[in-house]
């Protein structure tokens, strides 16, 4: 009789912590791998082609591009970006945007994807895309950016310099700074 009171004791307990613990409805969390698998050997053999250059992963639409102008249609353009994300951004050594690239997991682009490529043009980024099932080496993935480099400066009139391994890609510099985000 007595193991069970002190069995029902123990038990009523456990409960009652239980109860409390859960009671206040405190989110728990647990940590979670940014890449896994493909993505993350992909990660590694960007990093291996563009030693000199910054790629960060998993960045967040907003973060690189924003609307133009203001009022609804800003805003409205600025829904389209929120909650999106690119798989790698490909900075030179002054945190300039070079690329964005993303491995494609499909044999053709999705609406979302075609939609997101728009934006991307249209603030003057390059966007590469590479299929999951065929990796490219790290010569092929430095060419591939670079050479994308150079068809944007010789559309923009800046001239690309021959040695890629000595020269930097840049961005004209404004003057002016976008402390307002009104582009009009």
Not at 28 to 51: C, H, I, M, N
Not at 53 to 76: D, F, H, N, Y
């Amino acid at each position: 009789m007595q193991e069970l009171i002190v069995f029902t004791s123990i038990v009523s307990l456990g409960l009652a912590g239980w109860l409390i613990l859960h009671s206040r409805n405190m989110p728990r969390f647990r940590q979670k791998s940014v890449l896994t698998g493909g993505d993350l050997e992909f990660f590694y053999r960007l990093r291996k082609a563009l030693p000199e250059c910054t790629v960060t992963t998993q960045m967040a639409l907003s973060a690189l591009i924003e609307p133009v102008g203001i009022g609804k249609l800003r805003k409205t353009a600025m829904a389209c970006l929120e909650g999106k994300r690119v798989g790698y951004a490909i900075f030179d050594e002054d945190m300039q945007l070079m690329a964005v690239v993303e491995l494609d997991y499909r044999a053709r682009p999705t609406r979302r994807e075609t939609a997101i490529d728009a934006c991307f043009k249209s603030a003057g980024v390059r966007v590469v895309r590479f299929h999951v099932r065929r990796l490219p080496s790290a010569t092929t993935i430095r060419s591939t950016i670079y050479e994308r480099a150079r068809e944007a400066e010789f559309s923009s009139g800046i001239p690309f310099h021959d040695s890629v391994q000595n020269s930097k890609y840049s961005k004209p510099k404004s003057p002016w700074r976008n402390t307002v985000n009104a582009h009009i």
